[in-house]
């Protein structure tokens, strides 16, 4: 089993551009959950889908951010446009059984906005 | 209010010895409790988790957690630690009726020769 995967696993972009980030859960996982790791504010849950609809998206900091899970085996974060805040590793992971109790991370995706 | 507490932002050992990682909660009910550990540039892994019955918990790469309901507490245990223990260790909550996976602040982990 290939695990999570995420890419790119190093993104550098200006301020204002569009930023996409991938994941493929692994197969047969029916949760999909999108993290971001900062600093200042540690992990936090940004999104999470089961059964690839989204289930909560409360933290989602703004309408600059955007998920989609299009099939089991594909998700998407975009951030448009992008601002240095952005700055910070975005980890997706999955799970079987639609919860919360055993995550699943990819290695991440390192976003740098200049 | 941060439900789940790891009041050691680093902590540094020396290999072979004892590690204890503190972790508190600050809910009523027993939440779920985890452990996940994060080696540089990967993501995380679960070490170990609690639900409920037997409060010592046995997890993998010889780590154990003990939950003590009196102290709001799930501490992170290895009798014997390794270099390749080095890392970022993670106490995480799920509080029951809420089902969404919170994260400590994490504690750094620095083994010394």
């Known amino acids: 089993d290939a695990g999570v995967i995420q890419s790119p696993r190093h993104e550098v972009t200006e301020m204002g551009q569009e930023v996409t980030l991938r994941c493929k859960p692994i197969?047969?996982?029916?949760?999909l959950f999108w993290y971001r790791q900062t600093m200042m504010r540690g992990l936090e849950l940004l999104i999470y889908?089961?059964?690839?609809?989204?289930?909560?998206d409360s933290g989602m900091p703004e309408d600059r951010f955007s998920a989609k899970m299009p099939n089991a085996s594909f998700s998407t974060l975009k951030i448009q446009p992008s601002e240095p805040r952005d700055s910070a590793v975005y980890f997706c992971?999955?799970?079987?059984?639609?919860?919360?109790?055993?995550?699943?991370f990819g290695s991440g995706t390192q976003l740098s906005v200049l | 209010a941060q439900s789940v507490t790891q009041p050691d932002i680093h902590i540094t050992v020396s290999e072979g010895a004892s590690l204890e990682l503190r972790c508190n909660y600050s809910?009523?009910?027993?939440?779920?409790l985890f452990w996940y550990v994060q080696s540089p540039g990967q993501g995380l892994q679960l070490l170990l988790k609690?639900?409920?019955?037997?409060?010592l918990v046995q997890g993998i790469k010889g780590f154990e957690a003990e939950f003590k309901r009196s102290q709001s507490s799930f501490n992170l245990r290895k009798p014997s630690v390794h270099w390749s223990d080095a890392a970022e260790y993670f106490c995480?909550?799920?509080?029951?009726?809420?089902?969404?996976?919170?994260f400590g602040t994490g504690t750094r982990l620095t083994i010394i020769p």
């Open positions: 889908f089961n059964n690839n609809v989204p289930i909560d």
């Open positions: 809910y009523g009910a027993t939440p779920y």
């Open positions: 992971a999955s799970s079987p059984g639609g919860s919360f109790e055993k995550l699943f």
């Open positions: 197969s047969g996982h029916n949760s």
């Open positions: 609690y639900f409920s019955g037997d409060t």
């Open positions: 995480a909550v799920i509080k029951v009726g809420n089902e969404k996976l919170t």
